[in-house]
């Protein structure tokens, strides 16, 4: 089993930042790949980004790249999405999710541990 916590929500103008934390407790963090997703009121959740093990790769959906960034610290148990030139279209509950192997992909399937949510909201 994984926990997971996130942290760093709120609420910020079109073109700030945000930086959201989730911390994991439970099952070895090192060795499994980690995503964030998001879900807008009344739309289905999309993946927003996910990081392998080690940190050494990362892959986003496409209207977050170059905006957003995926870090993780496992020293700390902790992943990180920096969030820049924030849009009101960005506004969403983000999750942060553990996969069950060291890299994972776009599908929510691939992520068995979950979040319980941050809200972000975004003003025009």
């Known amino acids: 089993q994984v926990q997971l916590v996130e942290s760093g929500g709120g609420l910020v103008q079109a073109g700030g930042s945000l930086s959201l934390s989730c911390a994991a407790s439970g099952r070895a963090f090192s060795n499994l790949a980690m995503g964030w997703f998001r879900q807008a009121p009344g739309k289905e959740r999309e993946f927003v980004g996910t990081i392998n093990w080690s940190g050494t790769y990362t892959y986003y959906r496409n209207s977050v790249k170059g905006r957003f960034t995926i870090s993780r610290d496992n020293a700390k148990n902790t992943v990180y999405l920096q969030m820049n030139s924030l849009k009101p279209e960005d506004t969403a509950v983000y999750y942060c999710?553990?996969?069950?192997?060291?890299?994972?992909?776009?599908?929510?399937?691939?992520?068995?541990?979950w979040g319980q949510g941050t809200q972000v909201t975004v003003s025009s």
């Open positions: 999710a553990a996969a069950g192997l060291s890299t994972a992909g776009s599908y929510g399937s691939d992520y068995p541990y």
